[in-house]
């Protein structure tokens, strides 16, 4: 939640325009409100611009100058008022604060320093950070004033400061992710990377306990706890900036949907010594325990399919729910946390407590430098490669081949898994085109004016239907309510009229035929039968026919979730890159 950027020996001398341009990188992350502080050439006293609404197109007006902080919003404390958005200033407007996180004990803090004479301007639990820097820089210098109150915030933060006095940018991390960018004389940090990527694939992503000091000689790393300096070896990144660019379409998420003919296939190349590694402790008798929120839970319940169809016993949990069941994990549990941020507060607690009852931690995330890749004992990096879109597609579909690779290690035929992965990528290479787009924005145009939807599907085609609803209730604002088919007869039938959309989900398998009979009833009611699947069945009133592979079917069946979610949204007027209400990661319980 929330983006944060910063930049401290601007080239073009035009901090402001160069942080707009990271920040508008960073929308994805929140997109209630954004601003910018900016220290003006040859001036003391901070120059800040602040708006309610996305960033958009927005240009500012701040004048030249080659040090500013900008941060998108996520609002959590205080309305979405140009008031309560970030950055916020100290009594003397020589420091600002940009946050991402809560600060939990922001009230006691904030009571303590009005009694001292600190006057706010915000409702935020941010403010409170730049006026107790203020405060204590008043005995100490600012690197110290900066980690003391970093050190007494309660909660997972990570926070961004401005200095007038030192013209320096200081940065702490704990909990909330932050990743410092070294480039060509001019230093960046960034909430993720396709912020600065225009810049520098050169980074360090910061860890819990360790903050940065940026200034016009370079970037300095030092521990939070003792205030020590530390060495701070940078990483290249394999990242383009054309990975962070929409590329000629109109959406990154259209761009990302489409990009899953390459992404899928590639995670059949990667991470070769850890599956081994992993398969092995499976092979050794490990329960296999995932959990994850969202489409990466979703990701998890297909999996447990995946996992079944090959002999081998699995459990998921969404990570929100896994606290009672922590008890049964042990030294004999593969937990799998799977996550496309690897900062989602609920799987990295799930994932704590389960790495405390001794259980062998693996993380299958997408973003780099994480928190949950740091904490695992082994990575499944699933390598989709920037997904700034906020609705997940193709981490949700790497993630879900990496496991599909994991469960064919596991019997000791990863090769088998390999082809099929491959074979998939090519079917998918000549099935997402424009045919398929037309049929789509077709079937679109049928149900833009629809509030609710209904869909079944049984046995992998039960979590492919959760994700396809997924898909269109965050692309489109459509209810759409997905069930397993044997579900429809126990109480789920009432609410089918005539006339109302049930999709069928289904592959060519022996769920097939169970699914169709759940489908004549449905269209018994009245319902209107939208067929997804390889094969035409007479119950479909309309078919999208997706590509007959086995379990694998799984994938086309949902991307055209994906699309049909895209499509409606277009023709619905919503904004598919950044639906309202949600951000990209969902860094607090
Ligand atoms: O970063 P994560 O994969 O851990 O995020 C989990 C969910 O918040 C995420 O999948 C969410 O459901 C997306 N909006 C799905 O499109």
Redesign the pocket.
Known sequence: MCGIFAVVNDKSNQAAQTTLIGLKKLEYRGYDSWGIALIPEKRKKIKVEKHIGKIGQAETKLPNGNIAIGHTRWATHGGVTDRNAHPHLDCKKEIAVIHNGIVENYKVIKSNLSNKGHVFKSETDTEVIAHLIEEKSKKVPIIKAVFDTFNSLVGSNAIVVLDTNTETVLACRNGSPLVAGIGNNQFFLGSDVPAFLKFTNRVHFLHDGEAVVLSKKGVKLYDLKSGNEKMLNAQILDWKMEDAEKGGYQHFLLKEIVEQKNTIPKTAKINKPALKTISEKIRNGYKIVMS?????YYCTLAAKYFFAQLGIESETYGSYEYLPFTKFANKKTVFIS???????AD?LIAARAAKKQGAYIVAVVNARGSTLERLADSTLSVGAGPEIA???TK?FTAQLSTLYLLAHYAINKPEKGISKIYQLGKSLEKWINTKLFTQITKLAATLINNEDLYLIGKHLNYPASLEFA?KIK?SSYIHSEAFAAGELKHGVITLIQKGTPCFVLSSNDEAKDEVLSSAAELKARGGKIIGISPVKSAEFDFHIKTLDLGDLTFFPNVIVGQLLGYYLGIGRGTDPDKPRN?AK??TVK
């Open positions: 994850a929120c969202g489409t990466a799977v996550s496309q941020s690897g900062e989602t799987t906020v609705v997940s981490a997924l965050e949600l990661s969902v």
